[in-house]
């Protein structure tokens, strides 16, 4: 069974880009959650998607967004980035909901914002 | 304000030993998860904890929800056990992680 696939792996971006980030999840899995990871505050919820509708967010600006596909493959955009948007970005899917279902990660993204 | 706790921030053991590490919250959760990350990112949950205690293998995981605290336990630890453990609760429906505990195990 394959696991998380979360693409690409590594990218390079410039101040008041965009970027968009790819997660595919677990085979039968419908939540999809996204998470960034800095070295300052550690790891923070950003949202979670189920079933093609966003369910839960986290405390970030606007300029982070998500959605969800019918095949419950997710991505999340990140418009006009900002130095301190550079980070590992990660996405978890689960079976049920991310709050009481067992989570299973991608390998991240890493994201460098110059 | 961190609403998730964690201790010790660093920790050292000689392969073989006991390891506990401590993660105290401050709100009423729903859910607790204890998640392991290697070097280069990769995050592996370990568990999933609403209430009692749950085991697999060596580890070992505690809840006590009157007194808002979980204990991860490492018996007869070894290298492949270094990594940072990651403590996270689910308070309504948002995640709140602690700052981490980084394990090394020498031989």
């Known amino acids: 069974k394959a696991g998380v696939t979360q693409t690409p792996r590594y990218l390079i971006k410039t101040r008041g880009q965009q970027v968009t980030l790819s997660c595919s999840p677990i085979?039968?899995?419908?939540?999809v959650s996204w998470y960034q990871q800095t070295p300052g505050q550690g790891l923070q919820f950003l949202f979670e998607y189920f079933s093609e509708t966003q369910r839960n967010k986290g405390n970030f600006p606007g300029r982070f967004s998500g959605r969800q596909f019918s095949n419950s493959r997710s991505e999340m955009n990140v418009s006009t980035l900002e130095l301190g948007d550079s980070a590992l970005y990660l996405c978890?899917?689960?079976?049920?909901?991310?709050?009481?279902?067992?989570?299973?990660f991608g390998e991240g993204s890493r994201l460098t914002v110059l | 304000k961190n609403e998730v706790e964690q201790s010790p921030q660093n920790l050292t053991a000689q392969e073989g030993e006991f390891i506990t590490i401590n993660c105290s919250y401050s709100v009423g959760i729903s859910a607790l998860h204890w998640l392991q990350q290697h070097p280069g990112g990769g995050i592996v949950s370990l568990f999933m904890l609403s209430s009692g205690k749950k085991k697999h293998g060596r580890l070992i995981a505690t809840i006590n929800i009157q007194e808002k605290h979980s204990s991860l336990h490492i018996t007869a630890s070894h290298p492949r056990d270094s990594a940072v453990y990651i403590c996270?609760?689910?308070?309504?429906?948002?995640?709140?992680f602690g700052t981490g505990t980084s394990l090394t195990v020498i031989p």
């Open positions: 996270a609760v689910m308070y309504g429906n948002q995640f709140y």
């Open positions: 978890a899917s689960s079976s049920s909901s991310h709050v009481t279902g067992e989570l299973f």
């Open positions: 085979s039968g899995h419908r939540s």
